[in-house]
């Protein structure tokens, strides 16, 4: 008997998928999935789509897969009808909607990269259709499998840090990012949207408590919750003239201000810097920091301070990095002489195909639908469980776009008297609602 398959189909083909995509279909090709509950699942790269199809046909030379590739604008909509199981949509972030849409209402299982989408308002159509169509829809958040995250995680909720007060997070990324890599779609952008939403979403994760606790009566909204603290406030500053005009909305750098209240009347402050301007020369490349401040400890974790450094004449620090991070993702002789790919960034992408596998092929067709709302309780990657990060990434556009309009100083109120998200301009008395509903 054959083994249960799942067809991926893959949208958008850049760096990404080179990093990160690539070398999971290519090791799943190989050695499938396994897990005792599901047994062994092949995993196939049926189809891939992007807007003019150059990378694919490398790809294909390069490797000799059987994908099928579509390119064009209707290049998502001929993927779907190629026959699918499940899609991943790496994209740039503000085209992410739109195949993720055509793939939940097509009934397939939708993997995100992060952000998940740019505003509330879509990432609750995606959430409807998931569940319309009994369907996954999955972000990825790598950051969140990094080992150094993970153990303050668990340090969290261990309760050996108590009750974060602030903290501070950075990553700043070479001028070839904006310049080169993603010169295609840096037009009217910025690196906050793309960058700091990796810290958004470890910060909700991280320190949202999810243990069991009686609900309880928001007093502003009256909306009941069961998380300590809600999300209050966001603003955001940015600044501009390096990858586009001073004047325009292409922004070189972002410093977002993210504040969590908790019932008690304490808040948490964390203050998340992006660039995308960074020298090519700077010996990280890219360069990471957080620092969490509890009541009772300090946690701090430098990507570049944590690993190797290395220098080698005239292939450092462009061909190869100063500072890798093979946390993240790294080629690898086995000592048993096997080469391989592995890393956080990869991990993650296969917990998808495994939480899939997990739904389609663990036991009786009819424990399917208890299978499906056990995998999207995962609070980690799970669409419902994107709304804060999301709503803080739709108020930081937002921010930006009322600077570059010539109004800095602005403020996001989140879950108030005038809406779930409301931005509030300094010395002027309208409210611009952006989002009607509790986020």
Known sequence: MANPIIRAGMIGMGMIFDDTYRPFFERAQLEGLYRRDFGVVEVELSAVASRTGSRAEKYRKESAAKFVSFAGADATQQLLAHGVDAVCVATPDDRHFESARLALEAGKHVLIEKPSVLTLQELDTLDALARKNNVLAKVVYHKLGDPDHKKLH????????????????????????????????????????????????????????????????????????????????????????????????????????????????????????????????????????????????????????????????????????????????????????????????????????????????????????????????????????????????????????????GQPGCVVEVNGPRGGLALLTPGKSEVMVLYPGHV
């Open 154 to 405: 668990t340090h969290y909720v261990d309760g050996n840090f108590k009750h974060v007060n602030n903290g501070y997070c950075t990553l700043l990324e070479p001028k070839s990012i904006s310049g080169s890599q993603f010169a295609e779609w840096i037009k009217g952008r910025n690196p906050g949207t793309y960058v700091a939403v990796h810290y958004i979403k470890l910060i909700d994760f991280t320190f949202g408590d999810r243990r069991p606790h009686a609900p309880r009566e928001d007093p502003v909204t009256r909306s009941v919750t069961s998380t300590i603290w809600r999300l209050a406030r966001i603003t955001c500053n940015g600044q501009r003239g390096l990858v586009g005009p001073a004047t325009g909305n292409t922004w070189d750098s972002v410093q977002l201000q993210v504040v969590y209240a908790y019932p008690d009347g304490r808040e948490a402050a964390f203050d998340i810097h992006t660039s995308w301007v960074t020298p090519d020369n700077f010996p990280g490349y890219v360069d990471q920091e957080v620092q969490f401040r509890f009541d009772n400890g300090v946690w701090c974790a430098h990507q570049r301070k944590r690993g190797v450094e290395m220098t080698i004449e005239g292939r450092t620090p462009g061909e190869l990095k100063i500072t890798p991070n093979y946390h993240y993702n790294g080629t690898f002789l086995e000592p048993w002489g096997e080469r391989s790919q592995r890393g956080y960034g990869i991990e993650i992408i296969q917990k998808f195909f495994e939480e899939v596998a997990h739904v389609e092929f663990s036991g009786k067709p009819a424990q399917r639908a208890e299978r499906l709302n056990a995998i999207r309780a995962l609070t980690y990657n799970d669409v419902a469980a994107d709304r804060n990060t999301v709503a803080i990434v739709q108020a930081m556009e937002a921010l930006l776009e009322r600077q570059a309009q």
